[in-house]
């Protein structure tokens, strides 16, 4: 017999059947994978291309996982006439069906449904079944959840709707993905230091670390411009990232951890992320040597004197030179080769000299009599004159500390450039801080560790006529 593709699309729907008399769907699905390998197996001429039998068989395949999440997601459920939850007592109310979004797509079942009254209770409905499964949102099983919430870390709800049905496993739509990291993360980034802090006692730093550099700077981000509840157009402002990063004798990076915060007056949340996760870190190793690394706003330097008034402070050395070579091509606007070389020369004094950046404004200052009414050489002046004790490169360089805020800018992009402000973006803060929270956690390594508290508040214990009914920790 020749297998033709339209048996192979009637032979894959079979997990929609109602199972038959006492034949399970679970066992449907496997009865009809085995019909499929067995008529396979049996015919002579196959014009079917094998890529068309391995869709097929990913169908069948998928349709026995899905009647297995349905049969297990069953054993969650409650039958007792009376249940209570915390002080709440419950009384059965109904059985209905209801579709949820499994890890290996849609499932369908039929569940339990309590309810009491609103003068000797809260009025509310419940489903056990949900509250002892972990069902997010009333809708997604805990893995489905988590593997969603990771994929839309790194991709718009769009693009991960088009991945999710190009690997054929889940069918979420666009509008669900979009609400999913605002309700997983709304209600956990209220207590956001606390759940940090709780990461970062669990954490071991590296057994190699030497030093610890702490760095934050800004970024400019679309931002949805609202009156009265509606958006009327847009404006930019300045999301903040944060890093720490753990370092080797050699100066050689071993850990990085990533925060990533909406627009905020004073940056008050990242700073106490930093400051609380700084000083976990050195109560586990007081010998670590800590380093504030920073551009020049006097904001970043005003944190690190009144917080963190420990530890040595550089100016990010990258962000010296820019205004050095400013400086230097304002003074030889003329010659572009001798600018070039002052600034060449001079970037390495800075770097290398001991006494590199009085040097540089010794240089700088009598450009500034030469040419009064420069700006640029004038903001030089200004900057390593402002900075110069958070200058001393040499020193630094020889103890394999940091010199530079890379990393920081790097974080700068992967959190919020990469993933906020592609074309046509524009954020609430709510909707942004659930993407950067989920990105943070995602390039620091911590997602799998925050995931049971983020998903902690969607589960709940049963008793039933005084007995626990909850079936599994």
């Known amino acids: 017999m020749q297998l033709s593709p339209i048996t192979i699309e009637s032979t894959s729907i079979i997990s929609q059947n109602e199972p038959e008399s006492d034949t399970t769907k679970l066992q449907q699905s496997i009865q009809a994978l085995g019909n499929y390998l067995k008529e396979l197996r049996e015919q002579k001429d196959n014009e079917v291309s094998a890529a068309e039998h391995e869709s097929v068989i990913a169908r069948l395949t998928l349709a026995i996982g899905q009647a297995g999440i349905e049969e297990m997601l069953t054993l969650y459920d409650c039958r007792d006439e009376e249940i209570s939850i915390g002080q709440q007592t419950y009384r059965r109310k109904h059985k209905a069906s209801k579709?949820?979004?499994s890890s290996l797509g849609p499932v369908r079942l039929e569940r339990h449904v309590y309810s009491n009254r609103k003068k000797d209770g809260d009025g509310k409905c419940v489903c056990p079944l949900e509250l002892q499964a972990g069902i997010i949102e009333g809708y997604?099983?805990?893995?489905?959840a988590s593997n969603c919430?990771?994929?839309l870390a790194h991709l718009t709800p769009q693009e991960t709707e088009e991945a999710l049905l190009k690997v054929g496993m889940m069918n979420p739509s666009r509008s669900s993905l979009d609400r999913l990291p605002k309700a997983l993360l709304g209600k956990w980034d209220e207590q956001i230091v606390t759940h940090s802090n709780?990461?970062?006692?669990?954490?071991?730093?590296?057994?190699?670390a030497v030093s610890m550099a702490v760095s934050l700077d800004g970024v400019m981000v679309c931002m949805k411009s609202l009156k009265d509840g509606k958006t009327k157009g847009t404006e930019w402002r300045e999301a903040s990232c944060g890093s720490i990063s753990f370092f080797d004798k050699e100066g050689e990076r071993l850990s990085t951890t990533q925060y990533g915060r909406m627009p905020?007056?004073?940056?008050?949340?990242?700073?106490s992320l930093l400051q609380s996760h700084t000083e976990n870190a050195l109560g586990k190793m007081p010998k670590l040597k800590l380093v504030h690394i920073a551009d020049g706003a006097q904001d970043n330097w005003t944190f690190f004197d009144e917080e963190m008034p420990y530890g040595t402070q550089i100016t990010d050395y990258f962000h010296a030179c820019q205004y050095l070579k400013k400086a230097f091509d304002a003074a030889y606007a003329k010659d572009k080769f001798k600018a070039k070389n002052k600034y060449d020369e001079y970037k390495v004094?800075?770097?290398d000299n001991e006494n590199g950046v009085e040097k540089v404004l010794r240089a700088l200052r009598y450009q500034k009599d030469k040419f009064k009414s420069n700006?640029?050489?004038k903001t030089a002046v200004t900057y390593f004159t402002n900075n110069q004790h958070r200058m001393n490169y040499a020193q630094a360089k020889e103890n394999n500390l940091p010199i530079g805020s890379g990393i920081v800018e790097a974080t700068c992009k992967s959190l919020v450039s990469q993933r906020l402000k592609r074309s046509g973006?524009?954020?609430?803060?709510?909707?942004g801080q659930s993407i950067l929270t989920l990105r943070s956690l995602v390039k620091s390594q911590r997602f799998d560790t925050a995931w049971p508290s983020i998903i902690s508040r969607y589960k709940s214990e049963i008793i039933g006529h005084g007995n626990v009914v909850k079936l599994f920790g």
Not at 198 to 208: G, R
Not at 264 to 271: F, V, W
């Open 198 to 208: 709780a990461m970062t006692s669990d954490e071991k730093i590296p057994d190699d």
């Open 149 to 151: 919430a990771w994929l």
């Open 264 to 271: 905020e007056h004073k940056k008050k949340t990242l700073k």
């Open 99 to 101: 579709t949820y979004q």
């Open 140 to 144: 997604w099983t805990e893995n489905a």
């Open 349 to 351: 004094i800075l770097r």
């Open 375 to 377: 700006d640029d050489i």
């Open 425 to 431: 973006m524009s954020w609430q803060i709510n909707g």
